[in-house]
Each structure stands twice: as structure tokens, then as C-alpha cells.
């Protein structure tokens, strides 16, 4: 049974940190692209980040680019999502997903998904 388990989430200041975790269990970490995406109140789910299956290649929305930094620690089966600068537009629930081997920036690309953690950014 594959898991995906976030971590991280709270209340913070804008231009604050805070650093999101996905910790994974039931699948074959190391084969699998991992994904950040974010739903914020009234909107549609979307993508926020990406990391190959390797570590070596990294994505990230233009919302974000610069601010975050999705990074893998294979050996721990754990993706994380560092997060600087933050704007109340960052405000959402915050589910990293995982697709097998392949690129994918849509949700409907990935195949198991973490419940959510919500992040939320006061002015």
C-alpha cells in the first residue's frame, strides 16, 4: 500500500520560511518522479514543483520560481519543499504526488498523492 505522508505545514508571516516534507512508503522511492502541487481556496489544483526520479533535474512553476526549492533525499524515501519568501498568494493546501519514471507537470499525470498539508501566509 503506497503512502505519502506531508509534513511541514503551518501558519506563517509573509517573507517568512517554512520547509515541507513528504515522507514516502510502498512504492520504489528511487523510480519515481516526485511532484509539489497546491490548492488554494475557490481555485484548481496546480503544479508548484518537480524532481526527477534521480534528483537531477528540477521544475518549478513560474509563481514560485526563485522562492522555492524542491529537493529528494533517496535514502530516506523523503521529498521536501523549501519554501522562502512567502506571499499570502502562497496560501494553500500543499500535496506532493508521485509519478512513476516520466515527467508530468498535470495532476492527472500522477499516480499516488499525500492527503495535504496547509500552509497558510498572513500579511
Known amino acids: 500500500q503506497v503512502q505519502l505522508v506531508e509534513s511541514g505545514g503551518g501558519l506563517v508571516q509573509a517573507g517568512g520560511s517554512l520547509r515541507l516534507s513528504c515522507a514516502a512508503s510502498?512504492?520504489?522511492?528511487?523510480?519515481?518522479?516526485m511532484g509539489w502541487f497546491r490548492q488554494g481556496p475557490g481555485k484548481e489544483r496546480e503544479f508548484v514543483a518537480a524532481i526527477s526520479w534521480t534528483g537531477g533535474r528540477t521544475d518549478y512553476a513560474e509563481s514560485v520560481k526563485g522562492r522555492f526549492t524542491i529537493s529528494r533525499d533517496n535514502s530516506k524515501n523523503t521529498v521536501y519543499l523549501q519554501m522562502n519568501s512567502l506571499k499570502p498568494a502562497d496560501t494553500a493546501v500543499y500535496y506532493c504526488?508521485?509519478?512513476?519514471?516520466?515527467?508530468?507537470?498535470?495532476?492527472?499525470?500522477?499516480?499516488?498523492w499525500g492527503q495535504g498539508t496547509q500552509v497558510t501566509v498572513s500579511s
Open positions: 504526488a508521485a509519478k512513476f519514471r516520466s515527467r508530468g507537470y498535470r495532476t492527472v499525470e500522477y499516480d499516488y
Open positions: 510502498g512504492l520504489t522511492f528511487s523510480t519515481y518522479h
